[in-house]
């Protein structure tokens, strides 16, 4: 089956700077590429995904990119604020024939220092 | 997300005894899933619903079972707890038909075995 891969498992920055979070895949079928923010105590929520027939795409200071020939994709946080601070989750899709089945990577806590 | 609520929030128990947990939704999606989650290890699917017909395992499912009594509730029991099955969990649904992958959380339960 799938397996996803989250690095690093842990990320302190500068508030401010930059974050990037890597994701690698093994099932180059994989077709759908969400992130996932979990907040401390709370549930995790979509912040933003991407598909394999796009390349990268932006939400404000988040962006995500695609290589599928290496089969792995990123996260990127620009000018990082203190309410970045979570554990942030990649996740794959395996194939289409498993529909919504996601795969998750082991997650990366994120602290912003102000 | 209000809409996908989990009963109940938090439960201890002890070895050997059977344990039940409850997630409802009103949103109308057909598909629910049931995550459990662990430090360093992300959420990994314990079991997963398409439909009211539809059970289908996960990939840590053993120790587990689940009911789809009905398109909005999907319960996940625990026959014999074991202290290693203490960790968070979570259902989630989504719907394709919808226009989106996107899977929405309920708050999680937290379960301690002793």
């Known amino acids: 089956g799938e397996n996803v891969e989250q690095h690093p498992s842990t990320l302190s920055v500068q508030e401010g700077d930059s974050a990037v979070i890597k994701c690698t895949y093994s099932d180059s079928a994989s077709n759908y590429f969400p992130w996932y923010k979990q907040e401390l105590g709370k549930r995790p929520q979509l912040i933003i995904d991407?598909?394999?027939?796009?390349g990268e795409k932006k939400d404000q200071r988040i962006a995500v990119t695609l290589n599928k020939t290496a089969k792995h994709f990123s996260l990127h946080i620009t000018e990082t604020q203190p309410e970045d601070s979570a554990v942030y989750f990649c996740?794959?899709?395996?194939?289409?024939?498993?529909?919504?089945?996601?795969?998750f990577g082991g997650g990366t806590r994120v602290l912003v220092k102000p | 997300d209000a809409d996908v609520t989990q009963t109940p929030r938090n439960r201890i128990t002890k070895t050997g005894k059977r344990i039940m947990l409850e997630c409802s939704q009103t949103k109308g999606h057909d598909r629910m899933y049931w995550y459990r989650q662990d430090p360093g290890l992300g959420l990994r699917l314990i079991y997963y619903s398409f439909d009211v017909k539809d059970i289908n395992k996960g990939e840590i499912s053993d120790g587990y079972s689940v009911s789809r009594q009905a398109q909005a509730k999907f319960s996940l029991s625990l026959e014999s707890a074991i202290p290693n099955q203490t960790a968070l969990y979570f259902c989630?649904?989504?719907?394709?038909?919808?226009?989106?992958?996107?899977?929405?959380f309920g708050p999680g339960t937290r379960l301690t075995v002793l």
């Open positions: 996740a794959a899709n395996p194939s289409k024939a498993a529909g919504n089945k996601l795969t």
């Open positions: 989630a649904t989504s719907d394709p038909r919808q226009g989106s992958d996107t899977q929405y």
């Open positions: 991407i598909r394999s027939n796009v």
